[in-house]
C-alpha cells in the first residue's frame, strides 16, 4: 500500500495574538456594537485615539456595522472609554473583567502535571516545556512520530515538525486515516512571539514575530500577513508599527520562509494544509486576499460545512463558515491562500474557541474539549481528501 499523501497543519498562533503595551490592574476587555454608520466612524476615532488594543476586528478599518468589537482597555482608561462610549450612545458591555487572573491562570502550572498524564493537556506550557515535550514524544514513541527541523527563528531558536506515521491505533477511522496519510503538526510556529508572551504579563497578548528590520522603532511582522499571496495588499500594512505589518517583502520572517520552503519541497504530496489560529470559532477556507470566490468554492464550503457539523456532534459548539475575506475580512499574504495557490486544494483556517468571552485569554479547562471539537474537524476533512484522490 502506498502511502504518500499527506495532510499539514499547524498551530499558527493559539493564544498570541494581540500586543500589550503596560501593566495592568484591573484592565479589562470590552464589547461594543455600533448601529449605524456614525458610530462606527465614532467607535474609529475612539479607538483610535485611546490607548485600547482591538481584539476584533484586527484593526479598526474592518469595524463594521451590527458587528461586536472587542477591544482591551487599560486600568487608566476605562472610565473615560466607557463614558465617551455612553455619551455616543454606542451599545456596549464588559466581557472580561479579571483579566490578571486569566494570564495567571494560564502561566501558572506549567510543569505542575507530568507529561504523560491526562491533565498536562489541561494546562498551557512554556516553549521550553514544548520543547521537552517534544524530545520525549518522539523518544516514547519513536516508532510513530519524528521530528523534523526545518530552520531556525529570526532568534535562533529551533523550529521543528512533528510527522506522525502509521499504527494500530484505538480509534477505528483515525487507524484508517493514518493508513494512507502521514500527519505533520508544527506545534508552535511563531516560537520566539510564543516565548515573549511568557516573559512578562504584560506581554501575554503578542501577535507578531520579534523580528526588527531597518531601524525601525517597532517589532514584529504579522507572519500570516508574510506570504506570497498578494503580499501587502489591502488588509495588511506597509508600517513596522502596525500589529498586521506584512513585513519588508514576502518570506522576510525566517518561520515563514522555512514553513514555506517545507510546504513547497512536498507541495505533490501535501494533500491539504489547515492552519489553527484564535480566537471566533470559524472555518475559513481561501481566498482571504480577495473579495473573489475561488474555483473550488463549492466543494471547499460543503466540505467546511462538513467540519462545522463534526464539530457540533463533538461539543455541541457552533462554528460558522465560510471564505475568508467574505467571513471576516480582506487578509492577504496568510498561509492558507498561498498553499491554496500552490496548488493544494484543501486549504482552511479554522480559529478556534472562543466567541468573546475569554477571547485570547481562554481558560486552561477548554484546551481538551477545544482540541477535541478541531480533531474532529481535521477527521472530517482528511476523510473527504481520501474520498477524493
Ligand atoms: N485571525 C486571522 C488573522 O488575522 C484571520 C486570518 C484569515 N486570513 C487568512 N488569510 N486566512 O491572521
Ligand atoms: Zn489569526
Redesign the pocket.
Known sequence: KMRFYLLFFTLFNWIP?KRVFFSFAQDEVLCARPQTDEQVEALQDLLNTTEVILWQP?VVENIKKDRDVHFYVRESSINSTKAQLRQLTIQHKVLVEDVRGLIEDQTTNDTFSPRSSSSYYEHYHSMKEIYHWMEEAVKVHSDLLQKIYIGSSYEKRPLYILKAIHVRERDRTMTRLLEHFDFYVMPVVNVDGYVYTWSHPSNRLWRKSRSSHGNSKCIGTDM?RNFDARWCGEGASPYECHQIYCGPYPESEPEVKAVARFIRDHKDIIKAYITM?SYSQLV?FPY?YTMDKSKDHDELESLAKKAATAIKRTTMKTYKLGA?AQT?YL?PG?S??WAYDLGIKYSF?I?LRDTGTYGFLLPPHEIKPTCLEALSAVKEIAQHVLENL
Open positions: 495574538e484586527v500570516n489560529h475559513l482571504s475568508g471576516i487578509a496568510g492558507d491562500d483556517t480559529e
